[in-house]
């Protein structure tokens, strides 16, 4: 049988406490060092910036030197034809090469004295800057040495527990030893290996198969043994890991995780911030605003536009687009029309609107994944196929199918709020949690982030794909019926810019379009910001045009504000390039 080993709870303590210490160094001197080279790069963005306008400058120099060439061909030209004698082309030639001619050394020497005064602000801002950068950088310095000093004190304070409770560590180990003998004494293989020996005596077993139960039983004894003696920890180790999490709570680098994190959510969601001061404001011009059965109205009228959202959110997360949402809504409420109005049963006809969109996704994604269609593109055609199927089914007319029974199920309530809200956010939460918490969830935002990478690491990108179009349909689904279920009546012109409220609701929530990062719960954020908006908007009498106007708006804003997007960041070095010039200027 294998021996347990006596573990050293103290060494390992101790190389925990390391551990953590050189983590937190690390992050400290990560963080530090990009404030530093933040400075360092500004200084170097003026020295570029510079650069280029005298390079701009000397291209002028350049420019007004070619010409002068291009006078002493046109020059030289003129004599060879005879078309001026030899003492006129040798004095236009004197001309031409003193520069005197269209005052040409006069232009250079204006743009050389401009040179010379712009290279004498440029360096006087560049020295400025390089100044106070020098100061900046020498007090992050200081403040990280006050930083680390604070943190070797703390792990130092930490070691010298460890060490002076050294005695009793070491009686926790033997005693934490003495209890896994027990255990293994006390073991059943342990019991039945004792019954075992007596079996023999007794000559109650033959000697093969005694051996080879023998065997079997210390096979087992040993797995347990060789378990406790590949675990890293000890008891008392990992007791003590959980008190240096909560003594390293708040250290730096936990701090900053949480600046990090909050900063980047507050840039994904700070429109939402501005849209609900907006309808505080309207709120208190309009008393009613702030009355519960407003709120109640706001998400009962919209809760099909949530569970839209819902739907697009996760195909925006592969990087993709859906712009049939409306269309596909108005030819499954149509489609409903039809099937109720035929004496089909409600729920077949529900059953039927959720699979028709449900298929109209699937179209979609394999158009996506295996016919490497751009979502845009596939998605428009679909936008126009089902609005021109559902203008044609409808015969260019409304046609109402009102129903008992739907009725009945939207006016449902349950602890205040309409059934039909319940579902948005049983939808909501099912997806969030597939999202967050699953495989596939994982493969989504990974397909999202990198469609090749995910490719290679072995995630089927292709179904991921096809599905999140499905689903994305479904959700669709769920929302058509809602809309029918709430109106109970089908229009050619129904769901009209649904797609542009749908994507504005994920696009307010921060979700990138460009795929891999955002989620549900921001989504929801989104949708309750758009929809406090539209009421709010509703109540101070603004029509449905200006509002499409607002809307669009609210989209280009959201994206313009989120740094993720490579554009926000170049506009933003524009910008610091022309209040720069401006100085310099």
């Known amino acids: ?63 007004l030197e070619n010409l002068k060439n291009l006078y002493l061909d046109k020059n030289e030209y003129k004599y060879n034809n005879l078309e001026i004698t030899k003492s006129e082309y040798e004095k236009n030639k004197k001309i031409i090469e ?105 000559e109650n077993i033959g000697p093969i198969e005694y051996e080879n139960k023998k065997n079997n039983y210390k096979d087992q004894i040993n797995l347990y043994v060789d378990k406790y003696n590949n675990l890293q920890d000890t008891k008392t180790s990992k007791n003590y890991s959980i008190k240096l999490k909560k003594s390293f709570i708040f250290s730096f680098s936990n701090k900053n995780k949480f600046i990090n ?7 994904a969601i700070k429109l939402i911030f501005i849209i609900m001061a907006f309808a505080i404001i309207v709120g208190i011009i309009e008393p009613g605003f702030f009355k519960a059965n407003n709120w109640k109205n706001i998400l009962y009228l919209n809760a099909d536009i949530g569970c839209m959202a819902i739907g697009v959110t996760v195909i925006i997360l592969t990087g993709g687009i859906d712009l049939s949402i409306g269309s596909t809504m108005a030819f499954a409420t149509a489609l409903a029309a039809k099937l109720i109005l035929s004496g089909t049963n409600v729920w077949l006809s529900i059953i039927a609107v959720i699979l028709f969109c449900g298929f109209s996704g699937l179209i979609s994604g394999i158009f996506v994944s295996v016919l490497k269609f751009p979502s845009f593109i596939i998605t428009l055609i679909l936008m126009m196929v089902w609005r021109g199927a559902t203008q044609f089914i409808l015969e260019n007319t409304s046609q109402s199918f009102d129903n008992d029974y739907l009725t009945q199920l939207i006016q449902t309530k349950f602890l205040g709020l309409s059934i039909v809200v319940w579902i948005m956010f049983l939808l909501a939460i099912v997806s969030f949690i597939i999202l967050r918490f699953t495989i596939y969830g994982r493969h989504v935002y990974a397909v999202g982030g990198n469609y090749r990478s995910a490719q290679l ?76 908006l539209k009421n709010a908007l509703n109540l101070i009498g603004l029509s449905s045009d200006i509002q499409s106007i607002l809307k669009g708006l609210i989209i280009m804003v959201a994206v313009l504000s989120n740094t ?22």
């Open 1 to 63: 049988m294998n021996n347990l080993l006596e573990k050293n709870s103290k060494e390992i303590i101790l190389d925990k406490i390391n551990l953590r210490e050189q983590s937190e160094k690390t992050a400290i001197n990560k963080f530090f060092k990009i404030k530093e080279e933040k400075k360092l790069d500004f200084v170097f963005l003026l020295s570029s910036y510079r650069d280029s306008c005298i390079k701009k400058l000397e291209a002028k120099i350049d420019k």
């Open 98 to 202: 003193n520069g005197d001619y269209k005052n040409h050394n006069n232009k250079i020497n204006k743009i050389n004295l401009f040179i010379d005064k712009k290279n004498v602000k440029w360096d006087k801002l560049i020295k400025t800057k390089s100044k106070k950068n020098k100061i900046s950088i020498k007090k992050y310095q200081d403040k990280k040495s006050t930083i680390l000093n604070k943190l070797e004190n703390k792990t130092q304070n930490l070691k010298s527990d460890i060490n002076n409770k050294s005695d009793i560590l070491i009686e926790k180990d033997k005693r934490e030893i003495l209890s896994k003998k027990n255990n293994i004494l006390n073991s059943n293989y342990s019991k039945k290996l004792n019954k075992l020996e007596l079996d023999l005596q007794n």
């Open 261 to 267: 994190k909050s900063l980047s959510a507050i840039n």
């Open 457 to 532: 690491s072995g995630i089927k990108a292709k179904t991921i794909l096809t599905s999140v179009y499905v689903f994305g349909g479904l959700c669709i689904g769920v929302g058509s019926f809602i809309y029918a279920a709430r109106i109970q009546t089908a229009s050619p012109s129904a769901g009209n810019a649904w797609e542009l409220d749908a994507i504005a609701c994920v696009v307010l929530g921060g979700t990138l379009l460009t795929g891999g990062k955002g989620g549900i719960f921001l989504t929801i954020l989104g949708w309750f910001s758009l929809s406090v």
């Open 564 to 585: 993720e997007y490579k554009i926000v960041n170049k506009i933003k070095q524009w910008i610091i390039k022309q209040v720069i010039l401006l100085k310099v200027i």
